[in-house]
Every structure is written in structure tokens, then in C-alpha cells.
């Protein structure tokens, strides 16, 4: 997926990107964005959060700036990629 470029509000480059698969652990390492290839909602946890955010329906190619440390099995959007 190095082909995706990061949201414009966010400075940095994305230097590796991985999926993400909804869970309710926290991710092994924190996202600083998240994509969204495929339309369904979306709910996040933040990382000094202790409950889940449901951002409700998200649209394919949607770009989610934040650190996040969890996507929360709830979530129906499928193909999520998060650097």
C-alpha cells in the first residue's frame, strides 16, 4: 500500500503501512491515520482514551487523522490500513 499518500493535515510521511483488523485488544503498535477502503462504520479508541468513539458511517477512500490504539471489533468498514 505505499502507493496511498497520508491525509493533507498530517506532516509526516508515512514510512510503513499495515491492516488493520478490528479487534477488542489494543493494536500492537499506535496508528496515526487510518484509510478506509470500504464503507461501513468506524469506531476507535484513542490512546488516552478508555472508550471507544463510533465516528458511525464512514465512506470508502475516507482518511482519519488521530493515535489510535485500538479499531474495535464493532467496526463494519472493511480493508483499514493505518500508519
Sequence with gaps: MSHLLPHPGVSAQPRSWAAVSPADTDMSKVARI?????????????????????????????????IF??????TTATVIAGF
Design 34 to 66: 487510518l484509510y478506509i477502503k470500504a464503507d461501513g462504520n468506524l469506531v476507535v479508541r484513542g490512546v488516552d482514551d478508555s472508550t471507544n468513539t463510533d465516528f458511525g458511517a464512514v465512506k470508502a477512500g475516507a482518511w482519519i487523522p488521530g
Design 69 to 74: 490504539k485500538r479499531v474495535a471489533a464493532s
